[in-house]
């Protein structure tokens, strides 16, 4: 799998849409999603819990079109 930055794989993806991708590269289920405001950037924070029981958090910017 690649360990490039998530932030471009994910640009101008929907909440859903993003956390569904995130659950789906980390084999993990999505604990929560939200979208906060920093700034000029709005950026989805999506937490996923993974088959080993580790929660991680995935932060993805959301492009400006």
Do not use: F, M, P, W
Not at 49 to 56: A, F, R, S
């Amino acid at each position: 799998s690649s360990s490039r930055g998530l932030g471009d794989v994910y640009k101008r993806q929907t909440l859903d849409e993003a956390a569904r991708q995130a659950a789906r590269q980390y084999n993990a289920k999505v604990l929560s999603a939200h979208t906060v405001q920093e700034g000029e950037r709005r950026i989805h924070v999506i937490k996923l819990l993974t088959k080993d029981g580790v929660v991680k958090v995935v932060r993805i910017t959301v492009r400006k079109r």
